[in-house]
T-cell receptor
């Protein structure tokens, strides 16, 4: 059974600081996805990582994937208040009808 | 925009009553999914569909059934609602074609309260 763990579960950080969210998973996979969810809203896709060593960047967010370590990171650079949201990673396994298993989410709060 | 809508957006129902949630998509996607979101659990897969009348169970399927009689509609039914089924329900469609899978597009969600 695939398990996906995120840490931390909650992160309070000051504007301008850097931090990293970690996503570990239990079964070999090269398909990892990051989503953002604002309070009371749906999930929107941030990054799609489909190979070992993949790195994607969008603004102050950068995601990477290490399939050998079964680890993905979401790095936040110089945080701003607008990044406050809950971030989920999700892992897919080949041949499973594209089912995704989600982590529990990391609630990020960026304070002034 | 993938054109996926969920209805209703909010519902309050009594314990023991049946409830049906609807997911509608306009772009002929083959794969559709129902997840529930609960604090501390992230999103958990309830059921999914890989074509008309082709459905299968996810990890938390007990107490739920689904139907897909048309490509565009995927219905989730709570046979006899219980308080433990109070949750936010999300429908999703698979993005990408053939072997290239670039994740999901989610509906807006249905907030269900069972009293």
């Amino acid at each position: 059974e695939l398990k996906v763990e995120q840490n931390p579960l909650f992160l309070s950080m000051q504007e301008g600081k850097n931090y990293t969210i970690y996503c570990n998973y239990s079964t070999t996979s090269d398909r990892l996805y990051w989503y953002r969810q604002d309070p009371g809203k749906s999930l929107e896709s941030l990054f799609v990582l489909l190979s070992n060593g993949a790195v994607k960047q969008e603004g102050r967010l950068m995601a990477s994937l290490d399939t050998k370590a079964r680890l993905s990171t979401l790095h936040i650079t110089a945080a701003v208040h607008d990044l406050s949201a809950t971030y989920f990673c999700a892992v897919g396994l080949a041949g499973t009808a594209s089912k995704l298993t989600f982590g529990t989410g990391t609630r990020l709060q960026v304070t002034l | 925009d993938a054109g996926i809508t969920q209805s209703p957006r909010h519902k309050v129902t009594e314990t023991g009553t049946p409830v049906t949630l609807r997911c509608h998509q306009t772009e002929n996607h083959r794969y559709m999914y129902w997840y529930r979101q609960d604090p501390g659990h992230g999103l958990r897969l309830i059921h999914y569909s890989y074509g008309v009348k082709d459905t299968d169970k996810g990890e938390v399927s007990d107490g739920y059934s689904v139907s897909r009689s048309k490509t565009e509609d995927f219905l989730l039914t709570l046979e006899s609602a219980t308080s433990s089924q109070t949750s936010v329900y999300f429908c999703a469609i698979r993005n990408g074609q053939s072997t290239f899978f670039d994740g999901y597009t989610f509906g807006s969600g249905t907030r269900l309260t069972v009293v």
